[in-house]
């Protein structure tokens, strides 16, 4: 990281928004999030040399490919600029914030725009499930599940409950935590839902069963929404300090980032977890975490004030929770019992509700991780404020694992 690179700000539309209720398309919702983003960040159109779109399925849910010409259509300050559109199924939004920080750190550009997009509420249930199935080994696993994000995520609670021994009540326990963290944030998907305990309980009414032993309130949700970045070098951000008053020393940047790739088949990961003889189920996100530590300087997950992780299941909070060192390998339901991913805990995870609460449009998911992580840091997040927040780490996975991509943020 020895050439820095500045989040300047962004923004992310609300997540409870129906947008094909509203007659709007993936091109509206593309252009309310740039609008929003870039009055956030106080950046003009103009000022923007080259973008950045993630995208999981657009050819899927809308039909519709070739997202950087939508960007270049949004106005006519970026006609002519380049644009990529970056798919690595949920980790979509992380892997076009990567691309944009190799353009400023190439000294290509000084000024980057990173929208992640997902339109996923205009068609059926059970067809969003089998678009969405395709960051599975189409053919090779899943073939025999209803809905192949339960069904394998579900996997891992088997292996969990044979290795380690694992209680239903700590899963529960991350999701009703996910869940209210969400009701502080104005933008979330589920603010203004009402649950109760049986929500949360095993109540086959109120908490059905999906895939396996995985409920309705362990998953993250279906969700239109999106999100932007707009990411500097120092020389912009120097500019847009003195234009801003903000002073440069108090500008969010990327410190660290670390990105690993498994091999695709479920069965494939834990072949290398076996042969590796690791502790940890998914060796490659350890890995991926220690190479943002190291690049940031911190000395681990005590090095950052919050985290705002890929909870798509609550199984996989939990596994994270357990990656990231928050407890020893095994014993994930210390952080929780112990209280310390609680809001008020020694490191609140998702602050902002994350994907349970939050809601989860794929594409957008890492890039509306960064900027939570920048309101963090900037003591701008509202009411799911962390107090005094200096480093906060993002996690973001695309597959059953296959992708990990985290970043740690701070001033």
């Not at 032993?213 to 847009?240: K, M, N, P, Y």
Request: negative net charge; charged residues 25%.
């Amino acid at each position: 990281m020895n050439r820095p690179v500045f989040v300047l700000g962004g923004a992310q539309t609300d997540y409870s928004r129906h947008f094909a209720r509203e007659e709007k398309t993936i091109f509206e919702l593309m252009g309310e999030a740039v609008d929003a983003g870039l009055d956030a960040a106080r950046v003009e159109p103009r000022e923007i040399e080259v973008a950045h779109v993630g995208n999981f399925v657009g050819e899927l849910f809308c039909h519709q490919a070739q997202l950087g010409g939508l960007f270049a259509s949004l106005k006519p300050e970026f006609h002519g600029i380049p644009t990529s559109r970056h798919e690595a199924a949920c980790a979509s939004g992380s892997a076009a914030i990567l691309a944009a920080m190799a353009d400023l750190q190439a000294g290509y550009y000084d000024v980057a725009c990173v929208v992640g997009v997902e339109l996923m509420r205009n068609v059926p249930g059970e067809l969003g499930a089998k678009h969405l199935g395709v960051a599975a080994w189409t053919g090779h696993e899943a073939e025999e599940a209803r809905y192949a994000w339960p069904y394998l995520f579900n996997r891992f609670v088997e292996i969990y409950d044979e290795r380690f021994g694992i209680d239903r009540r700590h899963l529960a326990a991350i999701a009703r935590i996910n869940f209210e963290n969400a009701k502080k944030n104005p933008n979330a998907q589920t603010r203004r839902w009402v649950l109760t305990d049986e929500s949360f309980a095993e109540d086959d009414e109120k908490n059905p069963l999906v895939e396996g032993r995985l409920r309705r309130h362990d998953c993250s949700q279906i969700t239109d929404g999106g999100a932007v970045v707009v990411l500097a070098t120092e020389r912009f951000a120097a500019e847009h300090a003195k234009r801003t008053g903000r002073p440069l020393d108090q500008t969010p940047r990327i410190k660290g980032w670390g990105h690993r790739t498994a091999p695709m088949g479920f069965d494939e990961k834990l072949e290398v977890a076996k042969l590796a003889k690791s502790p940890w189920v998914l060796p490659h996100m350890r890995m991926a975490f220690e190479d943002a530590w190291r690049r940031a300087g911190v000395g681990g997950v005590d090095g950052v004030d919050a985290v705002e992780l890929h909870d798509c299941f609550s199984i996989t909070e939990y596994m994270t929770i357990e990656h990231l060192g928050l407890a020893p390998v095994g014993k994930g339901y210390q952080a929780v019992e112990s209280g310390r991913i609680a809001a008020s805990g020694e490191t609140p995870v998702n602050p902002s509700g994350g994907l349970m609460g939050g809601g989860h449009p794929i594409g957008a998911t890492g890039v509306r991780q960064l900027l939570d992580a920048q309101r963090q840091v900037t003591g701008t997040a509202g009411d799911y404020q962390v107090a005094g927040a200096k480093n906060v780490q993002t996690v973001n996975m695309g597959g059953s694992g296959t992708t990990t991509i985290s970043f740690v943020v701070g001033a």
